[in-house]
C-alpha cells in the first residue's frame, strides 16, 4: 500500500523558515518523481514544487522560486521542501504528491497534508 | 501561466441523477488534462488523466472527455459519496488546476 506521511508544519513569523518532510512507502521512491501542492484554507489547489526521479532535478512555481528548495533523500524514501522568507500566502495545507508517470506531472497518490500557518 | 475555469461552481444534483462539470484552458493543453475529487478534510483523489482515462480503482459510473480548451467530466449516477468538490488541473505545462465545482445534494 503506497502511503505518504507529511510532517514539519506548523506556525511560523513572516520572514521565519519551516522544512517539510514527505515519508513514502509502498511504491519504488527512489524511480519516482514527487511534488508539493498546497491549499491556502477554504480555497483551490495550487501546485508548489515538483522534482524528477534518481537526478533530482527540482522546478517550482513562479510564487515560491527563490524562496524554496525541494530535495530527495532517496535511502530515507524522503521528500523536502525547505521554505524560506514565509510570508502570509504561503499559509495553508502541503500536500507531498507522487507523479504518476513521466507523461506529465499529474498525482496519483497524496498525503494527508501537513498544515502551515504564517503569522505574527 | 495557463488558466483554468471550471463551471458551476456549485452544482445541486439529486442521487442517481447525472453531473456534468466543465473545465475550460486558457489555451490548448491538448489531452494533457487530469480530474480529482476533494472531500473535506481529506487529500484529493486522482479520477481520470489523459482527459479520458480513469485512474485505478475509480468506478466505470465516472468519465472524461474534451481535447484542446474544453472539458467535461461525467458522473453518470451519483452516489452519496460522490457529493464532494472536483478540482481539473492541466500539466501541458506547469500544472495549474480550476478553482473546483462543488456537487452538493439537491
Known amino acids: 500500500e503506497v502511503q505518504l506521511v507529511e510532517s514539519g508544519g506548523g506556525l511560523v513569523q513572516p520572514g521565519g523558515s519551516l522544512r517539510l518532510s514527505c515519508a513514502a512507502s509502498?511504491?519504488?521512491?527512489?524511480?519516482?518523481?514527487m511534488s508539493w501542492v498546497r491549499q491556502a484554507p477554504g480555497k483551490g489547489l495550487e501546485w508548489v514544487s515538483g522534482?524528477?526521479?534518481?537526478?533530482?532535478?527540482?522546478f517550482y512555481a513562479d510564487s515560491v522560486k527563490g524562496r524554496f528548495t525541494i530535495s530527495r533523500e532517496d535511502s530515507r524514501n524522503t521528500l523536502y521542501l525547505q521554505m524560506n522568507s514565509l510570508r502570509a500566502e504561503d499559509t495553508g495545507v502541503y500536500y507531498c504528491?507522487?507523479?504518476?508517470?513521466?507523461?506529465?506531472?499529474?498525482?496519483?497518490?497524496w498525503g494527508q497534508g501537513t498544515p502551515v500557518t504564517v503569522s505574527s | 501561466e495557463i488558466v483554468m475555469t471550471q463551471s458551476p461552481a456549485t452544482l445541486s444534483v439529486s442521487p442517481g441523477e447525472r453531473a456534468t462539470l466543465s473545465c475550460r484552458s486558457s489555451?490548448?493543453?491538448?489531452?494533457?488534462l487530469a480530474w480529482y475529487q476533494q472531500k473535506p478534510g481529506q487529500a484529493p483523489r486522482l479520477l481520470i488523466y489523459?482527459?479520458?482515462t480513469r485512474a485505478t480503482g475509480i468506478p466505470a459510473g465516472f468519465s472524461g472527455s474534451g481535447s484542446g480548451t474544453e472539458f467535461t467530466l461525467t458522473i453518470s449516477s451519483l452516489q452519496s459519496e460522490d457529493f464532494a468538490v472536483y478540482y481539473c488541473?492541466?500539466?501541458?505545462?506547469?500544472?495549474?488546476f480550476g478553482q473546483g465545482t462543488k456537487v452538493e445534494i439537491k
Open positions: 504528491a507522487k507523479v504518476l508517470a513521466v507523461s506529465g506531472l499529474y498525482f496519483d497518490y
Open positions: 509502498g511504491f519504488t521512491f527512489s524511480s519516482s518523481a
Open positions: 522534482i524528477t526521479s534518481r537526478g533530482g532535478t527540482p
Open positions: 489555451q490548448s493543453v491538448s489531452s494533457n
Open positions: 489523459g482527459a479520458s
Open positions: 488541473q492541466q500539466y501541458h505545462y506547469w500544472p495549474t
